[in-house]
């Protein structure tokens, strides 16, 4: 079975940083496009970033760009979230999910990933 598990959130002050991870097992990690969403308290899951199955191509939400990396290594099965100058704004459950061996132009909805981990708790205090 897939499985996606994140990891790297915590308690963190505002202009600091966090590396997230998403190991993944059940699945061909190198043939799936890789996403990362977010949902804070009383608010919708929204999109944060994603990149292609090869690492080449990745898109950023709007509210991040500038500020947050995607990147994977697929030879460890690992997905990351690399998050600088980290703002109240962020303080999320950050969910990683794989999608198609594409980028569809429907990146930011979450009915076009497949499966989806349990999630990692990002706090900023101000």
């Known amino acids: 079975q897939v499985q996606l598990l994140e990891s790297g959130g915590g308690l963190v002050q505002a202009g600091d940083s966090l590396r997230l991870s998403c190991g993944a097992s059940?699945?061909?990690?190198?043939?799936?496009?890789m996403g990362w969403f977010r949902q804070a308290p009383g608010e919708e899951r929204e999109f944060v970033a994603v990149i292609s199955a090869n690492g080449v191509t990745q898109y950023y939400a709007d509210l991040v760009k500038g500020r947050f990396t995607i990147s994977r290594d697929n030879a460890k099965n690992t997905l990351y979230l690399q998050m600088n100058n980290l703002k109240s704004e962020d303080t999320a459950v950050y969910y990683c999910?794989?999608?198609?061996?594409?980028?569809?132009?429907?990146?930011?909805?979450?009915?076009?990933?497949?499966?989806w981990g349990q999630g990692t708790q990002v706090t900023v205090s101000s």
């Open positions: 059940g699945l061909t990690f190198g043939a799936h496009s």
């Open positions: 999910a794989a999608g198609r061996t594409t980028i569809y132009i429907t990146y930011r909805n979450q009915a076009s990933y497949n499966h």
